[in-house]
């Protein structure tokens, strides 16, 4: 049997890899229930941090929808001190380190964006431009700017908003450059 | 001294509207949202680029959302250094309709719940491949929401089973 150049011995390695590595991902992920699921507690709308430690859920609270945190390493619940109330909440986003959840909640009958800082403990209304209900939010992972669902006269729009005025970066490696606040 | 004991009066009034309004405008200030600026250049450029826009999903350097053109909904990828989509190829297809997305931090994956031929379906897309897989879901469910990590190895979905909801968290090769 003649043998393989060494060149296209590694190419046929690679492509034995590639065939294996995407056969595994079409067959058996490795699948787990969130932490915090019981038979009388329903999980939606879920929102996983950057770093894939901290996940997001809305969950029924007294009959209103709730944002709850979650570590996925303990399975521990995490406090949040602004998000206790202006229920119902909705469309969780969570940054790089889970620093900034940012979600929908209601004030009187507005509709309107928080974000949390778990670091300082600051809570941020953010309002769209035009005074318009958001939707749906999506922090970007190092929390710099956000994404926002509207409706504009009968029609769903996305708003990029700048946020790098109002909170630092959540970049990899969780460098905090601010002290943390312990009053409101 | 009537009129130095009524100025002294008219003093005291105006110190104490003046401390009633500073009390008020911080009280005021402290509820009030914060002070945001729309990034102007890109929202007229993603609204020259669609007829509607829904469901936006952020990586550091892209935006993905389910846009509309011509009354089809089709999943579409912005480069939020210039607010131009880019080709995904195997991404879209004719018979499927997309239900919720997440792209990765790095934007190289995107997950996706679509409904196609009656069935709900879950999905993984690498950009740089250009491939486009179904994952399973087991124990069986209807996938509705999804949520990728920054890496685009572990992916957290929600699943209806048994007319509950649950989430799963799934890690990914």
Same mark, same amino acid.
């Given at each position: 049997?003649? *043998?393989?150049p060494?060149?296209?011995?590694v190419?046929e !390695?690679s492509?034995?890899?590639?065939t294996?590595s995407?056969l595994?991902l079409g067959c058996s992920?490795n699948? @787990?229930?969130?932490?915090?699921a019981?038979?009388?507690r329903?999980?939606q709308d879920?929102a996983i941090?950057?770093n894939?430690?901290?996940?997001a859920?809305?969950?029924?609270?007294?009959?209103?929808?709730?944002?709850?945190?979650r570590d996925l *390493?303990?399975?521990?619940?995490?406090?949040? @001190?602004?998000l206790?109330?202006?229920?119902?909440?909705?469309?969780?986003?969570?940054?790089w380190n889970g620093? !900034?959840l940012?979600?929908?909640?209601?004030?009187?009958? *507005?509709?309107m964006a928080?974000v949390?800082?778990r670091?300082?403990g600051?809570a941020?209304?953010? *309002?769209?431009p035009g005074?318009?209900?958001p939707?749906r939010?999506?922090l970007?992972p190092d929390?710099?700017?956000?994404?926002?669902q509207?409706?504009?006269?009968?029609?769903?729009?996305?708003?990029?908003l700048?946020?790098s005025?109002?909170?630092?970066?959540?970049?990899?490696?969780?460098?905090?450059v601010?002290?943390?606040?312990?009053?409101? | 001294m009537?009129a130095?004991?009524?100025?002294e009066k008219?003093g +005291?009034?105006t110190?104490?509207?003046?401390?009633?309004?500073?009390?008020l405008f911080?009280?005021v +200030?402290g509820?009030?949202?914060?002070d945001i600026?729309?990034?102007?250049?890109?929202n007229?450029?993603?609204?020259?680029s669609?007829?509607?826009r829904?469901?936006p999903t952020?990586?550091?350097?892209w935006l993905?959302?389910?846009?509309?053109r011509?009354?089809?909904e089709?999943?579409? &990828?912005i480069?939020l250094r210039?607010?131009?989509p880019?080709?995904?190829?195997?991404?879209?297809?004719?018979d499927a309709q997309?239900?919720?997305?997440?792209?990765s +931090?790095?934007g190289?994956?995107?997950?996706l719940v679509?409904?196609?031929?009656?069935?709900t379906?879950?999905?993984?897309y690498?950009?740089?491949i250009?491939a &486009?897989?179904? &994952?399973d879901?087991?124990?069986?469910g209807?996938p509705?929401?999804?949520? &990728?990590? +920054?890496d685009g190895?572990?992916l957290a979905?929600?699943?209806?089973?048994?007319?509950?909801?649950?989430?799963?968290?799934?890690?990914?090769?």
């Open positions: 049997m003649r *043998r393989l060494p060149i296209a011995r190419a !390695y492509l034995i890899a590639a294996v995407l595994m992920p699948a @787990r229930r969130a932490p915090g019981s038979v009388d329903q999980q879920p941090s950057g894939g430690n901290i996940l859920v809305i969950v029924e609270q007294r009959g209103r929808p709730t944002v709850e945190l *390493r303990s399975g521990q619940r995490l406090p949040l @001190r602004h206790n109330r202006q229920q119902p909440h909705s469309s969780p986003s969570l940054s620093r !900034y940012a979600v929908i909640t209601q004030r009187g009958n *507005r509709r928080l949390e800082d670091v300082t600051r941020h209304p953010l *309002r769209p005074n318009r209900d939707v939010v999506s970007a929390g710099q700017r956000m994404a926002i509207v409706s504009d006269r009968g029609r769903w729009r996305v708003e990029m700048d946020l005025s109002v909170l630092e970066p959540d970049r990899p490696g969780g460098l905090r601010t002290t943390p606040q312990e009053g409101p | 009537i130095q004991s009524r100025k008219t +005291g009034r110190s104490l509207l003046l401390w009633n309004s500073l009390l911080t009280l +200030g509820c009030s949202t914060e600026r729309p990034l102007q250049n890109l007229s450029a993603l609204d020259r669609s007829d509607a829904r469901d952020l990586a550091q350097e993905a959302t389910l846009s509309s011509g009354g089809r089709r999943i579409e &990828l480069n210039n607010g131009t880019v080709p995904t190829p195997g991404l879209n297809s004719a997309p239900v919720s997305i997440s792209l +931090g790095d190289e994956r995107l997950a679509q409904q196609r031929e009656g069935r379906e879950l999905m993984l690498r950009r740089s250009g &486009l897989q179904r &994952l879901i087991n124990p069986p209807v509705r929401q999804v949520s &990728l990590n +920054g190895r572990t979905v929600q699943i209806s089973r048994s007319g509950r909801w649950d989430v799963d968290i799934i890690r990914l090769p």
